[in-house]
């Protein structure tokens, strides 16, 4: 679904990382970990065609995403959610009008009446549905944008640091949830700081490890 | 029809993605209705001018003059007379009387002219009917059996007369089109203006998928219905003020007719609509450009 081949990226001439490789198949389940600045965000971009590689060939959904269109990039997004790092809501919109964005978008809201009871329900957030962004709590609205990005039932999840701004007990409901996804044959990819996290995440699925640092991509093994 | 009602009523949802700039649209209402004010009266002006040039010119067509000379005897006006009731395409011709002339020349001597102390010559107005006189054929036979007489049909004033009104016609058309080219320029700076705004907006929207033409709807719906309100209150006003305007008590005057007439009553109608569709071009194309640059 998403195949990253000897990709460089970077910023004003300095690369992040070069010759990167990455496949996410279907029901395949990534940690992205690494060193603050390593470049996994800039990753995560690539991934959903936020940023184009300087170098190698990023393939989505079997389409060069050197040559998607802006209406190409647009359709790719719509299969694939993400969870931004900082959850990107429109504050003007109450909460349950953010998770039912990306139908509003694809001139599909009529489908948000039936999704949408069912998902606030999944992500314990019916009560604040018609609450505004600001007003939920760290935890409420990283789960809030994790309903937003499988409302349009994705075949690939992203999420950036989606444990970062949460105590303990909602990172583990948080990747409850998303374990949930990838047992339904989504295919997800965190990246995180949390060791923790992925250690007894480790335990509970075949989850590959992939650690970014210093510009290269390497599987992690024991050291977690 | 089904893409204007989908503008009008539009998608609720959609339309609160983007979120409203209460100043952008509240100028954007009153520089369109401003706009449609002034091409309502400018429209009224060129309408007026067309219609009174156009009488005067049909009226000056109708009408001709012969002048005999100041001591042209009864029988002379008299033979002048027949010459005009025996020439085919002429309806009517009928020698002034002093009374008639002394009021032609009051406005320019004065009521207490005598008019004995003066060699005016005598005239005589000539209404041509329908199909008119030869205009040629008449000034040769007046040459040849009255060479003193001297038939003016009025040519040389109404050719002038046509020309300016075609002139005012042009230049009134060229302000109307001056003031949309203005709107165009006002919605487009708004509308740049309401996109720069919503950056961020715009930025999350594409990131869940949204379509350049998508974002770019949410704006043209609410510039197009803007405009259009705008240009509907403008028109009205405009409208009112046209209605107002002190009618001149002099029949044929041009006060007395300034205002829209018949088929002309469609423009302050249509006046809105040519606002939403001039708001509704340039607003789209100045989104998508804005969009485009917008990664």
């Known amino acids: 679904m998403i195949e990253l081949e000897n990709v460089s990226c970077g910023f004003g001439g300095t690369p992040l990382f070069s010759g990167l490789s990455l496949s996410l198949t279907p029901g395949s389940f990534h940690f992205l970990t690494g060193p603050s600045g390593a470049g996994k965000t800039t990753l995560l971009r690539l991934c959903y065609a936020d940023l184009r590689a300087d170098q190698g060939q990023v393939r989505l959904f079997d389409q060069d995403a050197s040559s998607l269109g802006r209406d190409g990039v647009a359709m790719i997004r719509r299969r694939i959610g993400v969870v931004h790092q900082n959850c990107a809501f429109l504050d003007h919109l109450t909460i349950a009008e953010n998770i039912a964005l990306p139908l509003t978008v694809a001139d599909r809201a009529a489908e948000a009446a039936g999704n949408l009871p069912e998902l606030l329900a999944w992500v314990g957030l019916t009560a604040q549905a018609g609450q505004f962004p600001p007003e939920l709590s760290g935890g409420e609205r990283q789960r809030a944008a994790l309903a937003r990005a499988v409302i349009m039932s994705p075949d690939v999840i992203i999420a950036d640091e989606p444990t970062g701004n949460v105590d303990w007990e909602m990172s583990q409901r948080l990747l409850t949830l998303l374990v949930e996804l990838n047992r339904m044959g989504k295919a997800v990819l965190i990246a995180t700081h949390d060791l923790t996290m992925i250690r007894t995440m480790k335990a509970e699925l075949s989850a590959r490890v992939l650690r970014l640092k210093d510009g290269e991509l390497v599987q992690a093994g024991a050291e977690l | ?295």
């Open chain 2, 1 to 295: 029809m089904k893409a204007v009602l989908d503008l009008i009523v539009g998608d609720p949802q959609a339309d609160r993605a983007v979120p409203h700039t209460g100043i952008t649209a509240r100028l954007t209402v009153f520089a369109t209705g401003v706009m449609a004010f002034l091409a309502v009266l400018v429209l009224a002006l060129s309408m007026t001018a067309g219609r009174v040039a156009d009488r005067w010119a049909d009226e000056l067509a109708q009408a001709a003059t012969l002048r005999l000379p100041a001591d042209a005897d009864a029988a002379t006006i008299e033979k002048a007379l027949e010459i005009l009731r025996t020439t085919p395409g002429v309806a009517a011709a009928k020698a002034l009387t002093e009374a008639e002339q002394q009021a032609l020349l009051d406005p320019w001597l004065g009521p207490n002219l005598a008019l004995d102390a003066l060699p005016i010559p005598q005239l005589i107005e000539v209404i041509a009917d329908d199909p008119p006189y030869d205009p040629e054929g008449l000034q040769a036979r007046f040459a040849a059996e009255l060479p003193d007489a001297v038939l003016d049909d009025h040519a040389r004033w109404r050719a002038p007369l046509l020309k300016a009104a075609n002139r005012l016609r042009l230049v009134t058309w060229l302000v109307t089109l001056l003031i949309g080219a203005a709107l165009a320029a006002m919605v487009v700076l708004a509308a740049q203006a309401s996109l720069a705004a919503n950056v961020q907006v715009i930025h999350v929207l594409r990131l869940v998928g949204a379509r350049d033409i998508y974002i770019a709807r949410a704006f043209v719906r609410r510039f197009t219905l803007r405009a259009a309100f705008g240009a509907a209150l403008g028109a009205l006003a405009g409208v009112i003020v046209v209605q107002l305007v002190p009618v001149g008590d002099a029949p044929g005057s041009f006060l007395a007719e300034i205002g829209f007439q018949g088929a002309g009553w469609l423009w302050p109608l249509v006046i809105p609509l040519i606002a939403a569709i001039v708001a509704f071009a340039a607003t789209r194309a100045a989104a998508l450009a804005r969009l485009k640059e917008q990664t």
